[in-house]
């Protein structure tokens, strides 16, 4: 019996004790197994806080956004540079509005796209900046 032959549920149930870069490539097999993999990620405590450091580049911030972002609970974030001011944005928006804190420390951001952010996070609870 292959991977594809098994429930969706059952890869989901799986997908959850695999470790983060087996999670990647198991998403990358096909669309089912991909489906399993952010259904696991949203019930999954290890992804519940995203942190972005100050090398961080914003394609990164963005595809790790967009793949774990489904199950953070809190982002906290130490980029000081503007460049990365929109994958931030983005991502606060990957997360579907789960986030219920929301750390900036060093991070040069506008009272109005700091605005959009908390819109987008009606769980939000902590703000720190």
């Known amino acids: 019996m292959s991977l594809t032959e ?3 549920e059952l890869v989901s149930r799986m997908a959850k004790l695999l470790p983060r870069n087996d999670l ?4 990358l097999c096909n669309k089912p197994s991909s489906t399993a993999v952010q259904r696991s ?3 999954d405590d ?3 806080r995203m942190i972005f450091d100050a090398g961080a580049q914003p394609g990164n911030v963005e595809a790790e956004a967009r793949i774990f972002g ?5 982002m906290i974030s130490f980029c000081a540079a503007d460049v990365v001011m929109p994958a931030l ?6 997360t579907a509005g789960g986030l219920r804190k929301l750390c900036f ?3 040069a951001i506008t009272d109005a796209i700091l605005l959009q952010m908390c819109r987008a996070c009606p769980l939000l ?3 720190v900046c």
């Open 6 to 8: 098994l429930p969706e």
């Open 24 to 27: 990647l490539a198991l998403r």
């Open 41 to 43: 990620i949203q019930d």
């Open 46 to 48: 290890r992804f519940a």
């Open 70 to 74: 489904g199950g953070a609970k809190e």
């Open 89 to 94: 944005q983005s991502a606060v928006v990957d």
């Open 105 to 107: 420390y060093r991070c």
């Open 125 to 127: 609870r902590t703000l």
